[in-house]
């Protein structure tokens, strides 16, 4: 939910207990859909949005229509066996993402799922528990040989707890048979939700990177910043690319993140071949309503 102006932020839902205390939710987490998105379904759309051309490196000329609108029709490019299918593990920032790539693997012939969860998704600090609970079962159930974990907003804790959680993730994850790849997070705007816990956040990437540097080849970390710099940005190229509310991403940032992860994922598994931007850009993601502020 986007702040009101001149209003403190409200912490809405239950108290959720993790280890050290009680802890509450972010409200512009909070969502009426349960948590999770699996399987990258993408819900019926009501509302229109349209983007921009040039929206994606490659799309010059190209307008992405409104979300009721469908997709060109493209022959689905071929995929090695290293990328068959893909889980996408985050929280409410990559279940918005997950939109996007849902609709890109699908164009290219990849088999995608998405378990991001609206607050929480997170491996390490608060919620991480009961995550913990079913997430091995997740993994192993989906039978992915690729999960991509993107950093979260609630990767709290020390070093040392965040270590021992990303190492926990890349034994559960090579023992369900898959490589890990770890993306670091968009640049928030912290407020007083977020401002006591951005050491952790800026440092998590640094003890992500040591987890995939001694991984002997089982996990890679990709840095985003080359999507979202270094800061949050609220518009590009004169539009809209992340919400009002600091932390989630706008269609349009969704959309450079998803062209930019495929291509990164391509560097990775040589036999994967990424679809055209313009068999997934038009398909009617662009308007679910996880997109708000924007």
């Known amino acids: 939910m986007s702040r009101i102006a001149g ?32 399987g990258g379904t993408v819900e019926a759309m009501t509302k229109t949005r349209s983007l ?79 995550n913990w609970k079913k997430l091995p079962a997740q993994i192993a159930s989906a039978r992915p040989t690729v999960v991509v974990y993107q ?56 003890v992500a990177r040591a987890v995939a540097a001694e991984s002997s080849g089982r996990a890679q970390l990709l840095d985003a910043g080359a999507v979202w710099g270094r800061t949050y940005q609220r518009v590009r190229d004169g539009r809209a690319d992340r919400s009002t509310d600091g932390i989630h991403t706008c269609p349009q940032g969704a959309a450079r993140f998803t062209n930019w992860l495929l291509g990164q994922l391509a560097k990775s598994f040589p036999g994967f071949t990424p679809a055209a931007p313009r068999s997934w850009a038009n398909t009617g993601w662009s308007a679910d309503k996880h997109f708000k502020g924007c």
Not at 81 to 89: A, C
Request: overall charge neutral; proline content about 8%; aromatic content about 6%.
């Open 7 to 38: 209003t403190r932020p409200v912490w809405t839902g239950p108290a959720r207990l993790d280890g050290d205390g009680v802890l509450l939710r972010h409200n512009r987490d909070t969502t009426a859909q349960a948590p999770g998105h699996g």
């Open 52 to 130: 921009i051309p040039g929206l994606i490196p490659g799309l010059t000329g190209l307008l992405l229509l409104t979300a009721c609108s469908g997709g060109s029709t493209a022959t689905a490019a071929p995929t090695g066996p290293g990328l068959s299918k893909v889980l996408f593990l985050g929280d409410s920032i990559a279940a918005g993402e997950a939109l996007p790539l849902a609709a890109a693997f699908k164009a290219g012939g990849v088999a995608f799922q998405s378990i991001a969860a609206d607050g929480g998704g997170n491996v390490v600090g608060p919620f991480s528990g009961e």
């Open 151 to 206: 950093l979260t907003t609630y990767d709290w804790g020390s070093r040392q707890q965040q270590r021992a959680a990303y190492d926990r993730l890349l034994t559960t994850v090579t023992g369900a048979g898959a490589k890990l790849v770890m993306v670091t997070a968009p640049p928030i705007r912290a407020d007083d939700f977020y401002r006591p816990h951005m050491a952790d956040l800026d440092r998590a990437p640094d």
